[in-house]
């Protein structure tokens, strides 16, 4: 089992950029797939991003590609979201969730919130215009 902590959310000005941190704990985070996943208020949960074990792949939502890099540090056992010309569309809560499935299941499943099986507490991220 992992516990996720994610942290690096703020209040930024459209065009600003935030680099979130997924904290991992209790097993190595090597083990997992990774994904990020936002939640704006009475909207539906989303994918953002993903990146596989060994950060092989990655994976991204249309709405973020080419602004958002998601990456991986197994030494410090963190996953990381680099947001950048951020918008007031990106205005969410964002999760970051763990899969321990094999790779293969997430080449047609990264973005479905029922392949994790495990999920952080989320950080707000707000962007003003």
């Known amino acids: 089992q992992v516990q996720l902590v994610e942290s690096g959310g703020g209040l930024v000005q459209a065009g600003s950029s935030l680099r979130l941190s997924c904290a991992a704990s209790?097993?190595?985070?090597?083990?997992?797939?990774m994904g990020w996943f936002r939640q704006a208020p009475g909207k539906e949960r989303e994918f953002v991003a993903g990146?596989?074990?060994?950060?092989?792949?990655?994976y991204y939502a249309d709405s973020v590609r080419g602004r958002f890099t998601v990456s991986s540090d197994n030494a410090e056992n963190t996953g990381y979201l680099q947001m950048n010309s951020l918008q007031p569309e990106d205005t969410a809560v964002y999760y970051c969730?763990?899969?321990?499935?094999?790779?293969?299941?997430?080449?047609?499943?990264?973005?479905?919130?029922?392949?994790?099986?495990?999920w952080g507490q989320g950080t707000q991220v707000t962007v003003s215009s």
């Open positions: 969730a763990a899969g321990e499935r094999p790779d293969t299941y997430y080449s047609t499943r990264y973005s479905r919130r029922y392949a994790y099986d495990y």
């Open positions: 209790g097993r190595t985070f090597s083990s997992y797939v």
């Open positions: 990146i596989s074990r060994g950060a092989v792949r990655t």
